[in-house]
């Protein structure tokens, strides 16, 4: 059984920058894979960014050039760094987790993008 702790609320200007942080409780060296998903108000759930253990990353094409997915193996912690953040990208994120076929997924970070 794999916990992600996620923080509940991050507020930000347009423009500005955020690293989002998705905390494991146990190692994540031995996933398969990892990723980042959102849902705005009155929308489906999307993709954000995900890396595989080989390290190989996808993203979305309206944050391609702006996020950033990684993940320290040391930490047990996976990051997505968001840059010149835009109203558009104000959603609650999760993140999520793969490993020997169990799908495991974080409660979710509201994120607001107002000025």
């Known amino acids: 059984q794999v916990q992600l702790v996620q923080p509940g609320a991050e507020l930000r200007n347009p423009g500005e920058s955020l690293r989002l942080s998705c905390a494991a409780s146990?190692?994540?060296?031995?996933?398969?894979?990892m990723g980042w998903y959102r849902q705005a108000p009155g929308k489906q759930r999307e993709l954000v960014a995900t890396?595989?253990?080989?390290?190989?990353?996808n993203y979305a094409d309206s944050v391609k050039g702006r996020f950033t997915i990684s993940a320290d193996n040391a930490k047990n912690t996976m990051y997505l760094q968001m840059d010149s953040l835009k109203s558009e990208d104000t959603a609650v994120y999760y993140c999520?987790?793969?490993?020997?076929?169990?799908?495991?997924w974080g409660k979710g970070t509201l994120v607001t993008v107002s000025s």
């Open positions: 890396i595989t253990s080989g390290s190989r990353t």
């Open positions: 999520s987790l793969v490993k020997y076929g169990m799908y495991y």
């Open positions: 146990g190692s994540i060296s031995s996933a398969y894979a």
